[in-house]
């Protein structure tokens, strides 16, 4: 079966940073790209990124570029979004999301068919 | 950065009412337009891709069209369990970027 699957809740102080992990299952992960987006509380959905599975290209939204990367471990099927010098508006719930469409190399950012459950990062002080 | 602007914000309507979504990109973009749907408490659903696209799965009274900048996506008969945010995205080009959303509430 095809999915993602999210590392737990977190949460942090301003200033701090945090990691969270997506791992996939049943499907050739360096495939596909993966997508991050994010909704705080009473917000819209907000693409922060894109990375490549293959390469470990990365795109990313200029919202967030100095403060957020992403990364890809092969090894273990795994991408991460690590986002730094968080503040109280940072608070939201974190997605990744699987590329619709897989080009077998270095693809372009696509539309999301496959979600994470969501990893809920909370910033207070 | 590509903006897109989704109407109405919200709407209300009824158990087997017509419901038309409208999204505007800030320029072309050549049908590469992806519909979700948010309930609370669980992922996006993807429900159309390439403008027009039914995702497999999605009931066929979900129906999107559009081309260049303009874009709709069609409930041809609202059910119950459609009541939801609904939101458009562009993936032309990165960044990719979502409409505003568009809340369907029970009349």
């Known amino acids: 079966q095809v999915q993602l699957v999210q590392s737990g809740a977190e949460v942090k102080k301003p200033g701090a940073s945090v990691k969270v992990s997506c791992e996939a299952f049943g499907y050739i992960f360096i495939s596909y790209g993966i997508s991050w987006v994010r909704q705080a509380p009473g917000q819209g959905l907000e693409w922060m990124g894109w990375?490549?599975?293959?390469?470990?290209?990365?795109n990313y939204a200029h919202k967030f570029e100095d403060r957020v990367t992403l990364t890809i471990d092969t090894s273990t099927n795994t991408a991460y979004l690590e986002l730094g010098r968080l503040r109280s508006d940072d608070t939201a719930i974190y997605y990744c999301?699987?590329?619709?469409?897989?080009?077998?190399?270095?693809?372009?950012?696509?539309?999301?068919?496959?979600w994470g459950q969501g990893t809920v990062v909370t910033v207070s002080s | 950065d590509i903006q897109m602007t989704q109407s109405p914000s919200s709407l209300s309507a009824s158990v087997g009412d017509r419901v038309v979504i409208t999204c505007r990109a800030s320029q072309g973009i050549t049908s590469s337009l992806a519909w979700y749907q948010l309930k609370p408490g669980k992922a996006p659903k993807l429900l159309l891709s390439g403008a027009s696209r039914l995702e497999s799965g999605v009931p066929s009274r979900f129906s999107g069209s559009g081309s260049w900048t303009d874009y709709t996506l069609t409930i041809s008969s609202l059910q119950p369990e459609d009541f939801a945010i609904y939101y458009c995205q562009q993936y032309y080009t990165a960044p990719l970027t979502f409409g505003g959303g568009t809340k369907v509430e029970i009349k």
């Open positions: 999301a699987r590329d619709l469409t897989g080009c077998g190399g270095d693809c372009y950012p696509d539309a999301s068919s496959i």
């Open positions: 990375i490549s599975a293959y390469s470990g290209y990365t």
